[in-house]
């Protein structure tokens, strides 16, 4: 072996030794930067970090239904509890008022109560449209848009009469499940049905009607339209004519402040 091939050999045994020593000393460097950052992560406690996520933003925002959505779902309501109390009233038959009935217990308490609240009567497709409507949130979306006490006070009237339908005899309540169906209609006699007729058409009609004039005529010959397209038969068989067509409270309102 020559003198100049030594040479070179010795060189790359040397070179390959070297690179072995840095790339040692990387990982250890590595080592202990990871060794300090798991020392000092622990010492953050989680709750400070679900608590920063937990801070509100300033500018969230609610998104609101548009207007004339709330006042078709709230005549909704309305012709519902026209076209039930007819029934309770009116029905040739004990089983058709017993159904209508229980329709309005039902109904009532799909409104009101919980989402997460199990509902009786799956089989009545009313229930379920009912508790689609969404009414508790329709209702908050109208306040906003008429940023007007008396509107503040027509959602809670109304929240507070469809609860008592529920809860008027003390057999269920808006906070727990519904009892068995059998057990509603086991419990079923004359003065409730009245009862139950009377809070439609003394409470529950004329506050869904003053909620929807609230906003003026021409808002609701346009919900009323809307409604008599695309739900004909949610419209009840009699309708209430009044003899004379009176201001809104809402165009009364505006006139107040125009002067």
């Known amino acids: 072996m020559t003198i100049s091939m030594h040479f070179w050999l010795m060189t790359a045994f040397l070179l390959t030794a070297l690179v072995g020593v840095v790339d040692g000393l990387t990982l250890n460097r590595r080592s202990i930067l990871l060794g300090s950052a798991s020392a000092i992560l622990p010492s953050i406690h989680p709750s400070l970090v679900q608590e920063a996520n937990a801070i509100p933003l300033p500018f969230e925002k609610k998104d609101r239904r548009q207007l004339e959505l709330c006042l078709v779902n709230v005549l909704r309501v309305q012709y519902w509890a026209m076209k039930v109390a007819d029934i309770l009233k009116n029905a040739p038959t004990d089983d058709q008022k017993k159904k209508a009935y229980l329709e309005v217990r039902l109904g009532a308490k ?34 906003y848009y008429a940023k007007n006490k008396k509107m503040d006070q027509y959602r809670d009237d109304l929240i507070e009469s469809l609860a008592s339908l529920v809860e008027f005899d003390g057999l269920e309540t808006t906070q727990d499940p519904s009892p068995r169906s059998t057990l509603t209609l086991g419990m079923y006699n004359e003065s409730k049905n009245i009862y139950v007729q009377r809070m439609l058409t003394e409470r529950i009609i004329p506050l869904t009607d003053q909620t929807v004039n609230y906003f003026g005529k021409d808002q609701r010959i346009k919900c009323e339209g809307y409604v008599e397209q695309f739900y004909p038969r949610e419209l009840p068989a009699k309708k209430i004519i009044q003899e004379q067509v009176k201001p809104t409270e809402g165009e009364e309102i505006n006139k107040q402040v125009e002067q």
Do not use: E, N
């Open 110 to 143: 799909a409104m009101v109560a919980d989402k997460k609240i199990k509902i009786g009567g799956g089989s009545l497709l009313s229930v379920i449209t009912l508790r689609g409507l969404q009414i508790k949130d329709c209702l908050d979306d109208l306040k």
